[in-house]
């Protein structure tokens, strides 16, 4: 754990998610955002979600799928999505 972690647990993920969300729109600059948002962050989110939880599990697909609450034929279909299954 970083000597910095202590603070992030101060708040819940949303604040983060919401903050991050907060400066993608400030970059825009006024130009308008791409049609499918919620796909967009729905997969920047997953990602590292299914990264981090595979890590975690030391690989062990059942476990991580227990954690997630997916059954482990979900989260193998996700793996391939973002081509982690390897």
Same mark, same amino acid.
């Given at each position: 754990? =970083? ?5 992030? /647990?101060? +708040?819940?993920?949303?604040? !983060?998610?919401?903050?991050? *969300?907060? #400066? !993608?729109?400030?970059?825009? &600059?006024?130009?308008?955002?791409? /049609?499918?948002?919620? #796909?967009?962050?729905?997969? +920047?989110?997953? =990602?590292? *979600?299914?990264? =981090?939880?595979?890590?975690? &599990?030391?690989? /062990? +697909?059942? #476990? ?6 997916? &059954?482990?034929?979900?989260l193998r279909k996700k793996l391939r999505t973002y081509n982690l299954d390897q």
């Amino acid at each position: 754990m =970083r000597a910095d972690d202590a603070d992030d /647990n101060a +708040q819940p993920l949303s604040h !983060y998610v919401g903050a991050s *969300l907060d #400066r !993608y729109f400030e970059s825009l &600059n006024g130009s308008a955002p791409p /049609n499918d948002l919620y #796909r967009m962050i729905l997969e +920047q989110v997953e =990602r590292p *979600l299914l990264e =981090r939880v595979l890590a975690y &599990n030391r690989g /062990n +697909q059942s #476990r991580a799928a227990e954690m997630l609450g997916i &059954n482990r034929g979900t989260l193998r279909k996700k793996l391939r999505t973002y081509n982690l299954d390897q």
